[in-house]
Protein backbone atom coordinates (compact mmCIF):
# COMPACT_ATOMS: atom_id res chain seq x y z
CA UNK A 1 0.00 0.00 0.00
CA UNK A 2 1.23 3.34 -0.74
CA UNK A 3 1.18 5.69 1.12
CA UNK A 4 -0.28 8.38 -1.20
CA UNK A 5 -3.38 5.83 -1.51
CA UNK A 6 -4.28 6.41 2.25
CA UNK A 7 -5.50 9.19 4.34
CA UNK A 8 -3.98 7.58 7.46
CA UNK A 9 -6.09 9.59 10.03
CA UNK A 10 -5.31 6.90 12.90
CA UNK A 11 -8.08 8.11 16.07
CA UNK A 12 -6.21 7.26 18.61
CA UNK A 13 -6.00 6.55 21.80
CA UNK A 14 -7.88 3.73 23.81
CA UNK A 15 -10.54 1.70 23.04
CA UNK A 16 -10.90 0.78 26.39
CA UNK A 17 -9.19 -1.93 28.86
CA UNK A 18 -13.03 -3.15 30.24
CA UNK A 19 -12.05 -4.68 33.71
CA UNK A 20 -12.51 -3.97 37.10
CA UNK A 21 -10.89 -0.56 37.48
CA UNK A 22 -12.18 1.07 40.41
CA UNK A 23 -15.30 2.54 40.43
CA UNK A 24 -16.76 0.72 37.16
CA UNK A 25 -18.60 -1.91 39.38
CA UNK A 26 -21.22 0.61 39.74
CA UNK A 27 -22.01 0.47 36.78
CA UNK A 28 -21.91 -3.19 35.41
CA UNK A 29 -24.60 -3.68 32.78
CA UNK A 30 -26.19 -6.54 35.34
CA UNK A 31 -27.59 -3.95 37.26
CA UNK A 32 -30.49 -3.03 34.89
CA UNK A 33 -31.45 -6.54 34.31
CA UNK A 34 -28.90 -7.08 31.19
CA UNK A 35 -26.95 -9.88 31.39
CA UNK A 36 -24.25 -9.26 29.11
CA UNK A 37 -20.38 -8.75 30.97
CA UNK A 38 -18.49 -7.28 27.90
CA UNK A 39 -15.44 -8.91 26.99
CA UNK A 40 -12.53 -7.79 28.32
CA UNK A 41 -9.82 -6.87 26.20
CA UNK A 42 -6.14 -8.51 26.40
CA UNK A 43 -4.34 -6.10 27.41
CA UNK A 44 -4.70 -2.07 29.05
CA UNK A 45 -4.25 -0.14 25.89
CA UNK A 46 -5.81 -0.76 22.49
CA UNK A 47 -4.09 1.70 19.65
CA UNK A 48 -6.98 2.03 16.91
CA UNK A 49 -6.09 3.34 13.43
CA UNK A 50 -8.83 4.13 11.28
CA UNK A 51 -7.24 3.91 7.28
CA UNK A 52 -9.20 5.46 4.44
CA UNK A 53 -8.55 4.56 0.64
CA UNK A 54 -9.74 7.25 -1.77
CA UNK A 55 -10.28 5.37 -4.42
CA UNK A 56 -13.56 2.71 -3.63
CA UNK A 57 -13.95 4.37 -0.01
CA UNK A 58 -12.92 1.43 2.02
CA UNK A 59 -12.45 1.83 5.55
CA UNK A 60 -10.05 -0.08 7.99
CA UNK A 61 -9.60 -0.25 11.30
CA UNK A 62 -6.45 -1.68 12.91
CA UNK A 63 -5.74 -2.26 16.49
CA UNK A 64 -3.42 -2.96 18.33
CA UNK A 65 -3.13 -4.51 21.72
CA UNK A 66 -0.66 -2.92 24.34
CA UNK A 67 0.63 -3.45 28.21
CA UNK A 68 1.51 -0.29 29.95
CA UNK A 69 4.57 0.77 29.22
CA UNK A 70 4.73 -1.55 25.79
CA UNK A 71 6.02 0.84 23.08
CA UNK A 72 4.53 1.06 19.40
CA UNK A 73 6.25 1.94 15.95
CA UNK A 74 5.70 5.08 14.97
CA UNK A 75 3.61 5.22 11.89
CA UNK A 76 4.79 8.90 10.92
CA UNK A 77 7.30 7.61 8.01
CA UNK A 78 4.69 5.83 6.13
CA UNK A 79 1.45 8.82 6.91
CA UNK A 80 2.74 12.02 7.79
CA UNK A 81 -0.57 12.99 8.96
CA UNK A 82 -0.24 10.42 11.76
CA UNK A 83 2.62 13.09 13.73
CA UNK A 84 0.15 15.07 15.76
CA UNK A 85 -1.98 12.20 16.47
CA UNK A 86 0.86 10.17 18.17
CA UNK A 87 1.86 13.30 20.01
CA UNK A 88 -1.88 13.62 21.19
CA UNK A 89 -2.01 9.79 22.13
CA UNK A 90 1.16 10.22 24.13
CA UNK A 91 0.48 13.39 25.62
CA UNK A 92 -3.11 12.32 26.96
CA UNK A 93 -2.46 8.57 27.32
CA UNK A 94 1.05 8.22 27.84
CA UNK A 95 1.60 5.59 24.73
CA UNK A 96 5.32 5.16 23.69
CA UNK A 97 5.88 5.23 19.77
CA UNK A 98 9.00 4.56 19.22
CA UNK A 99 10.84 6.20 15.89
CA UNK A 100 8.79 9.41 15.86
CA UNK A 101 10.69 12.27 14.95
CA UNK A 102 9.23 14.69 17.73
CA UNK A 103 7.28 12.89 20.27
CA UNK A 104 6.74 15.76 23.05
CA UNK A 105 3.49 16.55 24.27
CA UNK A 106 0.97 18.92 22.17
CA UNK A 107 -2.53 19.92 24.45
CA UNK A 108 -1.05 19.73 27.25
CA UNK A 109 1.59 21.89 28.96
CA UNK A 110 5.03 20.83 28.54
CA UNK A 111 6.14 20.13 32.11
CA UNK A 112 2.62 18.14 32.94
CA UNK A 113 2.90 15.25 35.19
CA UNK A 114 0.33 12.43 33.99
CA UNK A 115 -1.94 11.42 31.04
CA UNK A 116 -5.00 12.78 31.69
CA UNK A 117 -7.45 10.39 29.34
CA UNK A 118 -5.90 7.46 31.36
CA UNK A 119 -9.33 5.83 33.11
CA UNK A 120 -7.13 5.99 36.51
CA UNK A 121 -6.67 9.94 36.43
CA UNK A 122 -9.32 11.88 37.91
CA UNK A 123 -11.25 14.58 37.12
CA UNK A 124 -10.08 17.14 39.12
CA UNK A 125 -6.71 15.61 39.08
CA UNK A 126 -5.37 19.25 38.56
CA UNK A 127 -4.87 21.00 41.91
CA UNK A 128 -6.96 23.82 42.32
CA UNK A 129 -5.26 27.07 43.31
CA UNK A 130 -6.57 29.64 45.58
CA UNK A 131 -9.45 27.08 46.76
CA UNK A 132 -11.26 27.50 49.63
CA UNK A 133 -9.44 25.80 52.06
CA UNK A 134 -5.94 27.50 51.83
CA UNK B 1 -10.40 40.32 -16.70
CA UNK B 2 -6.65 38.97 -15.72
CA UNK B 3 -5.81 41.63 -13.46
CA UNK B 4 -3.85 39.32 -10.90
CA UNK B 5 -0.24 37.51 -12.70
CA UNK B 6 -0.39 34.43 -14.10
CA UNK B 7 -0.28 31.81 -11.43
CA UNK B 8 2.84 29.65 -10.66
CA UNK B 9 1.96 25.81 -11.46
CA UNK B 10 1.39 23.55 -8.59
CA UNK B 11 5.24 22.07 -7.47
CA UNK B 12 6.22 18.57 -8.91
CA UNK B 13 6.79 15.79 -5.95
CA UNK B 14 6.21 16.45 -2.35
CA UNK B 15 7.07 19.47 -0.09
CA UNK B 16 6.28 18.41 3.08
CA UNK B 17 9.34 18.77 5.32
CA UNK B 18 11.41 16.14 7.13
CA UNK B 19 11.45 14.49 8.96
CA UNK B 20 8.99 16.61 11.57
CA UNK B 21 6.43 16.21 8.83
CA UNK B 22 4.34 19.42 10.70
CA UNK B 23 7.57 21.90 11.49
CA UNK B 24 9.72 23.32 9.21
CA UNK B 25 13.15 23.74 10.02
CA UNK B 26 15.08 26.50 9.25
CA UNK B 27 17.83 25.30 6.52
CA UNK B 28 21.44 24.26 7.91
CA UNK B 29 23.36 26.89 5.63
CA UNK B 30 21.00 29.75 7.56
CA UNK B 31 21.25 28.39 11.20
CA UNK B 32 23.40 30.90 12.85
CA UNK B 33 22.76 33.78 10.39
CA UNK B 34 22.70 36.96 12.57
CA UNK B 35 19.83 37.82 10.15
CA UNK B 36 17.70 35.36 11.70
CA UNK B 37 15.04 36.47 13.46
CA UNK B 38 12.81 34.48 15.70
CA UNK B 39 9.29 35.60 15.86
CA UNK B 40 6.43 34.73 18.77
CA UNK B 41 3.12 34.96 17.01
CA UNK B 42 0.40 34.47 19.08
CA UNK B 43 -1.17 32.60 21.46
CA UNK B 44 -3.05 35.62 21.83
CA UNK B 45 -3.61 37.69 18.33
CA UNK B 46 -6.06 39.17 16.28
CA UNK B 47 -5.60 37.00 12.78
CA UNK B 48 -4.76 33.41 14.52
CA UNK B 49 -8.45 32.73 14.99
CA UNK B 50 -8.52 31.82 18.34
CA UNK B 51 -5.57 31.18 20.63
CA UNK B 52 -3.27 29.27 18.05
CA UNK B 53 0.60 30.55 18.48
CA UNK B 54 3.20 30.03 15.87
CA UNK B 55 6.86 30.14 16.33
CA UNK B 56 8.27 31.58 12.73
CA UNK B 57 12.05 32.05 11.93
CA UNK B 58 12.50 35.05 9.40
CA UNK B 59 15.14 35.77 6.94
CA UNK B 60 14.20 38.98 6.02
CA UNK B 61 10.69 38.89 5.01
CA UNK B 62 10.73 35.03 4.12
CA UNK B 63 9.73 32.33 6.56
CA UNK B 64 12.33 29.98 7.08
CA UNK B 65 11.60 27.89 10.37
CA UNK B 66 8.44 27.69 11.30
CA UNK B 67 6.61 25.84 14.59
CA UNK B 68 2.84 25.56 15.31
CA UNK B 69 2.09 25.12 19.14
CA UNK B 70 -0.99 24.14 19.96
CA UNK B 71 -3.28 23.53 23.20
CA UNK B 72 -3.96 26.64 25.02
CA UNK B 73 -7.92 25.85 24.66
CA UNK B 74 -7.58 22.55 25.54
CA UNK B 75 -10.98 21.73 27.69
CA UNK B 76 -10.73 17.92 28.21
CA UNK B 77 -14.23 17.64 26.29
CA UNK B 78 -13.66 14.39 25.82
CA UNK B 79 -12.49 13.38 29.14
CA UNK B 80 -15.32 15.16 30.84
CA UNK B 81 -17.97 12.86 27.95
CA UNK B 82 -16.47 10.29 30.00
CA UNK B 83 -18.20 10.72 33.20
CA UNK B 84 -21.42 12.05 31.85
CA UNK B 85 -24.31 9.72 30.47
CA UNK B 86 -24.87 9.24 26.88
CA UNK B 87 -27.49 11.41 27.58
CA UNK B 88 -25.82 14.44 28.65
CA UNK B 89 -22.73 14.38 26.83
CA UNK B 90 -24.80 15.41 23.50
CA UNK B 91 -24.31 18.68 25.31
CA UNK B 92 -20.62 18.37 24.70
CA UNK B 93 -19.58 17.84 20.52
CA UNK B 94 -21.21 21.11 19.86
CA UNK B 95 -19.12 23.34 22.20
CA UNK B 96 -16.08 21.44 20.72
CA UNK B 97 -16.05 23.36 17.30
CA UNK B 98 -18.63 26.35 17.89
CA UNK B 99 -18.74 27.09 14.28
CA UNK B 100 -20.34 24.19 12.80
CA UNK B 101 -21.52 23.51 15.83
CA UNK B 102 -24.53 21.16 14.55
CA UNK B 103 -22.20 19.00 12.52
CA UNK B 104 -20.24 18.05 15.91
CA UNK B 105 -23.93 16.80 17.42
CA UNK B 106 -24.82 15.46 14.49
CA UNK B 107 -22.23 13.02 14.43
CA UNK B 108 -22.33 12.12 17.89
CA UNK B 109 -25.92 11.78 17.56
CA UNK B 110 -25.45 9.12 14.75
CA UNK B 111 -22.96 7.03 16.60
CA UNK B 112 -25.33 6.70 19.12
CA UNK B 113 -28.00 5.49 16.97
CA UNK B 114 -25.85 3.06 15.11
CA UNK B 115 -24.86 1.72 18.56
CA UNK B 116 -28.04 1.30 19.53
CA UNK B 117 -29.16 0.44 16.39
CA UNK B 118 -32.08 2.97 16.24
CA UNK B 119 -34.13 3.58 13.42
CA UNK B 120 -34.67 7.48 12.91
CA UNK B 121 -38.19 8.48 11.35
CA UNK B 122 -37.82 10.43 8.01
CA UNK B 123 -38.64 13.64 8.82
CA UNK B 124 -36.20 13.95 11.61
CA UNK B 125 -33.40 12.91 9.32
CA UNK B 126 -34.47 15.40 6.56
CA UNK B 127 -34.55 18.24 8.99
CA UNK B 128 -30.94 16.82 10.58
CA UNK B 129 -29.53 17.70 6.55
CA UNK B 130 -31.27 20.96 6.25
CA UNK B 131 -29.98 22.36 9.64
CA UNK B 132 -26.15 20.58 9.01
CA UNK B 133 -26.29 22.74 5.86
CA UNK B 134 -27.63 25.50 7.00
CA UNK B 135 -24.45 25.44 9.97
CA UNK B 136 -22.26 24.58 6.92
CA UNK B 137 -23.03 28.05 5.07
CA UNK B 138 -22.91 29.86 8.91
CA UNK B 139 -19.46 28.18 9.60
CA UNK B 140 -18.51 29.10 5.89
CA UNK B 141 -19.37 32.82 6.77
CA UNK B 142 -17.77 33.34 9.81
CA UNK B 143 -14.61 32.02 7.93
CA UNK B 144 -15.11 34.07 5.16
CA UNK B 145 -16.16 37.29 7.06
CA UNK B 146 -13.04 36.58 9.26
CA UNK B 147 -10.10 35.51 6.56
CA UNK B 148 -11.52 38.90 4.33
CA UNK B 149 -10.88 41.00 7.37
CA UNK B 150 -7.17 39.82 8.22
CA UNK B 151 -6.85 40.32 4.58
CA UNK B 152 -7.82 43.57 5.00
CA UNK B 153 -11.43 43.46 3.47
CA UNK B 154 -13.43 45.04 6.39
CA UNK B 155 -16.48 45.52 4.63
CA UNK B 156 -16.77 41.69 3.88
CA UNK B 157 -17.24 40.85 7.85
CA UNK B 158 -20.26 42.99 8.00
CA UNK B 159 -22.01 41.36 5.20
CA UNK B 160 -20.94 38.03 6.04
CA UNK B 161 -22.66 38.54 9.46
CA UNK B 162 -26.07 39.85 8.54
CA UNK B 163 -26.66 36.55 6.81
CA UNK B 164 -25.05 34.82 9.40
CA UNK B 165 -27.37 36.50 11.45
CA UNK B 166 -30.40 35.63 9.81
CA UNK B 167 -29.47 31.56 9.85
CA UNK B 168 -29.13 32.25 14.07
CA UNK B 169 -32.68 33.68 13.77
CA UNK B 170 -33.53 30.79 12.25
CA UNK B 171 -31.85 27.95 14.97
CA UNK B 172 -33.52 30.20 17.99
CA UNK B 173 -36.88 29.92 16.28
CA UNK B 174 -36.49 26.22 15.80
CA UNK B 175 -34.17 24.99 18.67
CA UNK B 176 -34.61 28.19 21.30
CA UNK B 177 -31.05 28.56 20.78
CA UNK B 178 -28.74 31.02 18.72
CA UNK B 179 -25.96 28.61 19.03
CA UNK B 180 -25.14 25.43 20.98
CA UNK B 181 -28.81 24.16 19.99
CA UNK B 182 -28.77 20.36 21.19
CA UNK B 183 -31.34 20.03 19.20
CA UNK B 184 -30.65 16.96 17.56
CA UNK B 185 -31.46 13.74 20.25
CA UNK B 186 -30.76 9.83 19.94
CA UNK B 187 -33.66 8.92 17.72
CA UNK B 188 -34.71 12.49 16.07
CA UNK B 189 -35.27 15.97 17.06
CA UNK B 190 -35.79 17.09 20.28
CA UNK B 191 -38.80 18.81 19.26
CA UNK B 192 -41.11 19.25 15.95
CA UNK B 193 -40.90 22.36 13.47
CA UNK B 194 -42.03 25.16 14.75
CA UNK B 195 -45.04 26.50 11.48
CA UNK B 196 -43.12 29.46 10.82
CA UNK B 197 -39.70 27.72 10.29
CA UNK B 198 -40.84 27.36 6.09
CA UNK B 199 -41.43 30.90 5.27
CA UNK B 200 -38.54 31.83 6.40
CA UNK B 201 -36.14 29.66 5.72
CA UNK B 202 -37.87 30.25 2.48
CA UNK B 203 -36.76 33.61 2.23
CA UNK B 204 -33.00 32.63 3.08
CA UNK B 205 -32.59 30.19 1.00
CA UNK B 206 -33.99 33.00 -2.18
CA UNK B 207 -32.13 35.44 -0.66
CA UNK B 208 -28.72 33.53 -0.19
CA UNK B 209 -27.42 32.80 -3.45
CA UNK B 210 -27.91 36.82 -4.60
CA UNK B 211 -25.41 37.30 -0.97
CA UNK B 212 -22.81 35.01 -2.08
CA UNK B 213 -23.02 36.53 -5.59
CA UNK B 214 -22.61 40.15 -3.37
CA UNK B 215 -19.67 38.52 -1.62
CA UNK B 216 -17.34 37.52 -4.51
CA UNK B 217 -18.43 40.97 -6.15
CA UNK B 218 -16.33 42.42 -3.18
CA UNK B 219 -12.94 40.58 -3.93
CA UNK B 220 -13.45 38.79 -7.00
CA UNK B 221 -11.35 41.55 -8.84
CA UNK B 222 -10.05 42.81 -6.10
CA UNK B 223 -6.81 43.66 -6.91
CA UNK B 224 -5.14 43.39 -3.98
CA UNK B 225 -7.20 40.06 -2.91
CA UNK B 226 -5.96 38.51 -5.94
CA UNK B 227 -2.21 39.14 -5.39
CA UNK B 228 -2.42 38.27 -1.99
CA UNK B 229 -4.38 35.24 -2.73
CA UNK B 230 -3.27 33.41 -6.13
CA UNK B 231 0.12 31.25 -5.99
CA UNK B 232 0.30 31.54 -1.84
CA UNK B 233 0.20 28.21 0.14
CA UNK B 234 0.37 25.90 -2.23
CA UNK B 235 -0.52 22.17 -1.30
CA UNK B 236 -0.85 19.57 -3.95
CA UNK B 237 -2.99 16.44 -3.87
CA UNK B 238 -0.73 14.02 -3.47
CA UNK B 239 1.24 16.24 -0.19
CA UNK B 240 -3.00 17.53 0.66
CA UNK B 241 -3.73 13.47 0.73
CA UNK B 242 -0.27 12.21 2.32
CA UNK B 243 -1.26 14.92 5.50
CA UNK B 244 -5.20 13.95 5.63
CA UNK B 245 -6.39 16.82 4.91
CA UNK B 246 -9.93 16.81 4.11
CA UNK B 247 -13.32 19.21 3.07
CA UNK B 248 -12.23 22.48 1.56
CA UNK B 249 -8.66 22.24 2.07
CA UNK B 250 -8.36 18.58 -0.12
CA UNK B 251 -10.95 19.90 -2.63
CA UNK B 252 -9.07 23.36 -3.31
CA UNK B 253 -6.11 20.54 -3.80
CA UNK B 254 -8.00 18.65 -7.18
CA UNK B 255 -9.56 15.57 -5.09
CA UNK B 256 -12.58 15.32 -5.54
CA UNK B 257 -13.70 13.64 -2.17
CA UNK B 258 -16.74 14.45 0.15
CA UNK B 259 -18.48 12.24 2.80
CA UNK B 260 -21.54 13.37 1.03
CA UNK B 261 -21.53 11.84 -2.05
CA UNK B 262 -18.75 8.70 -1.08
CA UNK B 263 -20.10 7.67 2.03
CA UNK B 264 -23.71 9.11 2.01
CA UNK B 265 -25.08 9.47 5.37
CA UNK B 266 -28.95 10.94 6.42
CA UNK B 267 -30.54 11.19 2.80
CA UNK B 268 -27.69 12.94 1.12
CA UNK B 269 -28.03 10.36 -1.85
CA UNK B 270 -31.37 11.69 -2.16
CA UNK B 271 -30.45 15.36 -2.79
CA UNK B 272 -29.39 16.56 -6.09
CA UNK B 273 -25.67 18.64 -5.38
CA UNK B 274 -22.26 18.85 -7.24
CA UNK B 275 -19.06 19.10 -5.38
CA UNK B 276 -16.75 21.41 -6.56
CA UNK B 277 -13.28 20.63 -6.81
CA UNK B 278 -10.46 23.37 -7.38
CA UNK B 279 -7.13 22.33 -9.06
CA UNK B 280 -4.92 24.81 -8.02
CA UNK B 281 -4.21 24.31 -4.06
CA UNK B 282 -3.63 27.74 -3.45
CA UNK B 283 -5.75 30.19 -1.06
CA UNK B 284 -7.64 31.33 -4.08
CA UNK B 285 -8.97 28.05 -4.53
CA UNK B 286 -9.76 27.37 -0.90
CA UNK B 287 -11.80 30.56 -0.93
CA UNK B 288 -13.79 29.61 -4.64
CA UNK B 289 -14.83 26.11 -2.67
CA UNK B 290 -15.89 27.47 0.03
CA UNK B 291 -18.30 29.85 -1.94
CA UNK B 292 -19.74 27.33 -4.36
CA UNK B 293 -20.41 25.06 -1.52
CA UNK B 294 -22.30 28.01 0.50
CA UNK B 295 -24.25 28.13 -3.28
CA UNK B 296 -25.07 24.00 -3.52
CA UNK B 297 -25.64 23.97 0.35
CA UNK B 298 -28.67 26.33 -0.64
CA UNK B 299 -29.88 24.14 -2.97
CA UNK B 300 -29.77 21.31 -0.43
CA UNK B 301 -31.61 23.14 2.20
CA UNK B 302 -34.10 24.33 -0.99
CA UNK B 303 -34.87 20.18 -1.50
CA UNK B 304 -34.87 19.66 2.15
CA UNK B 305 -37.91 21.92 2.74
CA UNK B 306 -39.60 20.62 0.14
CA UNK B 307 -39.66 17.22 1.45
CA UNK B 308 -40.31 18.37 4.66
CA UNK B 309 -43.27 20.46 4.04
CA UNK B 310 -45.08 17.17 3.04
CA UNK B 311 -44.43 15.32 5.94
CA UNK B 312 -46.63 17.84 8.65
CA UNK B 313 -48.24 15.47 11.69
CA UNK B 314 -45.71 12.80 11.10
CA UNK B 315 -43.12 11.90 13.72
CA UNK B 316 -39.86 13.86 14.85
CA UNK B 317 -38.68 11.14 16.94
CA UNK B 318 -38.68 7.46 17.28
CA UNK B 319 -40.99 5.59 19.31
CA UNK B 320 -38.51 4.26 21.55
CA UNK B 321 -39.32 4.61 25.56
CA UNK B 322 -36.13 3.39 26.73
CA UNK B 323 -34.22 6.27 25.03
CA UNK B 324 -36.63 8.61 23.93
CA UNK B 325 -38.13 10.67 26.59
CA UNK B 326 -41.79 10.30 26.67
CA UNK B 327 -44.25 13.31 25.12
CA UNK B 328 -44.28 16.01 28.06
CA UNK B 329 -48.63 15.42 28.27
CA UNK B 330 -48.24 12.11 29.15
CA UNK B 331 -46.62 12.96 32.24
CA UNK B 332 -49.88 13.79 33.98
CA UNK B 333 -51.76 10.66 33.40
CA UNK B 334 -49.53 8.00 32.53
CA UNK B 335 -47.48 6.24 35.71
CA UNK B 336 -45.43 4.46 33.04
CA UNK B 337 -44.22 7.58 31.08
CA UNK B 338 -43.43 8.81 34.44
CA UNK B 339 -41.31 6.15 35.64
CA UNK B 340 -39.48 6.27 32.22
CA UNK B 341 -38.87 10.40 32.03
CA UNK B 342 -37.02 9.18 35.37
CA UNK B 343 -35.32 6.65 34.60
CA UNK B 344 -33.69 8.40 31.62
CA UNK B 345 -33.04 11.39 33.30
CA UNK B 346 -31.36 10.22 36.55
CA UNK B 347 -29.52 7.02 34.92
CA UNK B 348 -29.24 7.74 31.47
CA UNK B 349 -29.80 4.59 29.20
CA UNK B 350 -27.72 2.24 28.64
CA UNK B 351 -25.59 1.87 25.07
CA UNK B 352 -24.75 -1.79 24.21
CA UNK B 353 -21.07 -2.62 24.43
CA UNK B 354 -19.12 -1.95 20.86
CA UNK B 355 -16.97 0.84 18.93
CA UNK B 356 -18.00 2.14 16.19
CA UNK B 357 -16.18 5.20 14.11
CA UNK B 358 -18.70 7.28 12.18
CA UNK B 359 -17.79 10.48 10.10
CA UNK B 360 -19.83 12.75 8.69
CA UNK B 361 -18.47 15.96 6.56
CA UNK B 362 -18.83 19.23 8.43
CA UNK B 363 -17.62 22.47 7.47
CA UNK B 364 -14.01 21.73 7.96
CA UNK B 365 -14.24 18.40 6.35
CA UNK B 366 -14.05 14.96 7.98
CA UNK B 367 -15.52 14.78 10.86
CA UNK B 368 -15.28 11.68 12.76
CA UNK B 369 -16.01 10.26 16.21
CA UNK B 370 -15.16 7.41 17.28
CA UNK B 371 -17.22 5.94 20.37
CA UNK B 372 -16.58 2.71 22.55
CA UNK B 373 -19.46 1.61 24.81
CA UNK B 374 -18.49 -1.09 27.79
CA UNK B 375 -22.73 -1.35 27.87
CA UNK B 376 -22.92 1.51 30.63
CA UNK B 377 -24.83 4.29 30.76
CA UNK B 378 -21.70 6.43 30.19
CA UNK B 379 -19.32 6.68 26.89
CA UNK B 380 -16.00 4.26 28.39
CA UNK B 381 -14.28 6.77 25.26
CA UNK B 382 -15.10 9.25 22.66
CA UNK B 383 -12.73 10.38 20.35
CA UNK B 384 -13.24 13.30 17.87
CA UNK B 385 -11.23 13.28 14.77
CA UNK B 386 -11.21 16.60 14.41
CA UNK B 387 -10.60 18.24 10.76
CA UNK B 388 -9.53 20.98 11.87
CA UNK B 389 -6.79 19.69 13.93
CA UNK B 390 -5.30 17.90 11.07
CA UNK B 391 -5.53 21.03 8.72
CA UNK B 392 -3.06 22.78 10.99
CA UNK B 393 -0.10 19.93 10.20
CA UNK B 394 -0.43 21.40 6.46
CA UNK B 395 0.62 24.88 7.74
CA UNK B 396 4.21 24.24 7.35
CA UNK B 397 3.87 22.16 4.07
CA UNK B 398 2.09 25.04 2.77
CA UNK B 399 4.36 27.86 3.94
CA UNK B 400 7.26 26.71 2.62
CA UNK B 401 8.90 29.29 -0.05
CA UNK B 402 6.22 31.97 2.08
CA UNK B 403 6.87 35.36 2.73
CA UNK B 404 5.58 36.60 6.79
CA UNK B 405 2.43 38.20 5.39
CA UNK B 406 1.11 35.37 3.45
CA UNK B 407 1.41 33.77 7.03
CA UNK B 408 -1.81 35.50 7.93
CA UNK B 409 -3.68 34.32 4.28
CA UNK B 410 -2.57 30.67 4.88
CA UNK B 411 -3.53 29.86 8.24
CA UNK B 412 -6.76 31.62 7.71
CA UNK B 413 -7.58 29.78 4.48
CA UNK B 414 -6.60 26.64 6.33
CA UNK B 415 -10.08 27.35 8.00
CA UNK B 416 -9.47 26.04 11.31
CA UNK B 417 -11.40 26.46 14.51
CA UNK B 418 -9.16 26.50 17.57
CA UNK B 419 -11.73 25.11 20.27
CA UNK B 420 -11.80 21.81 17.63
CA UNK B 421 -8.02 21.45 17.42
CA UNK B 422 -7.11 21.56 21.30
CA UNK B 423 -10.59 19.71 22.34
Redo the contacts between chains.
Sequence with gaps: MA???????G??????Y?GNAAG?DL???GS?G?E?T??PKPKRFAM?Y?LLA?PG?R?V?VQAWLDEDEPVPSV?PV???A??HEREAWD?MGIRFEGH??LS?????DDWEGH??RKDYP?GGEPVRFSGEE | MALAPERPRIYEGSR?PS?????LQVPPDLRGSEDLLQVNFGPNHPSTHGVLRLIVDLHGEDVVGLNAV??YL?T?F???ME?KTWWKAITYPERIDYLSFQNNELVFVLAIEKLLGLEVPEKATWMRMCLAELNRIHSHLVWLGTAALELGSISMFWYCFRERDSILDLYEMVCGARMHTRYFQAGGLAEDIPRGFFPDAREFVDWMPKAVDDYEGLVDKNEIWLERTKGIGLLSA?DA??????GPVLRGSG?D?DLRK??PYLAYDQVDFSVPVYENGDVWDRYKVHMDEMRESTRIIAQCLDRLEGMEGQPWIADDRKVVLPPREELQTSMESLIHHFKIVT?GY?V??G?I?VAVESARG?L?C?V?S?????P??V?F?APS??A??ATATCMTDALVADLIAIVGSLDTVMGEV??
Design positions: AADYLGWSRGVAGIRNRPQLRPESHIARRVWPTDWLPNRILMDPLI | IPVPTMIGHGEKNADIALGQSVWSEERPEEYEGYVDGGPRWRKRFVLEDR
